[in-house]
């Protein structure tokens, strides 16, 4: 089954898993820890209560942290360390602060299908920017999500397997699958900051240039 079809099917609780685990992955890019997302996944296991409020105070302490704008990038925080403006696009931030910005205020409804949506091909699109090897673009995430993987880099390849795993986890355990699937998005996290980092080092070691 495609990604497009698991999100298609998913229930509230997976799309906001599928979504919070996909802004997860990116967190690194946003200036923020590995525990900013903490109190909504916490929440995942019960019926949304509260989800606005947290979900509120998690974009203040990202909005806080962060010091990139969508139009420029300054620094930002990855590996606790500072990386040259031009190791990061502000394509990519960009990306990250949408699903970010995207997060509804209920956890109900076509709100988190939509965000689960945006999370998705952003995230995607976020790891064939930094993929120095993948020269495809929005077309090609789209169809990547339907299912048609010929040519995709391997990183992009790797994001699509989590975000489809996060959701046949949810499809098949309910709540007992949000632990499995943190485990899948910190995961993917570190890939993230590894592959940053060491853009950050290709930078500086050519003396900045990008």
Known sequence: MSLVELIAQADERGLATSGLACLDRVVPLLGGDDEVLRPLWAGL???????GEKAAKVRAELEAAASVTAASVTAASVAAAPVAAATISAATVSLARRMLDAVPVERTGDGLREWADVCSV??????????PLDRGGDDSV??????????VSHLVAAELRRQVVVLELLAQHGAGGVRQALDVSTEGRRVLRAVVSRRAR?????GGRP
């Open 45 to 51: 296991v019960d019926d949304g209560e509260g989800w």
């Open 122 to 131: 952003s995230a995607l699109r976020i790891h064939q920017l930094l993929d």
């Open 142 to 151: 789209a169809a990547c999500r339907q299912g048609r993987t010929e040519g």
């Open 202 to 206: 290709g930078a500086r070691g050519a």
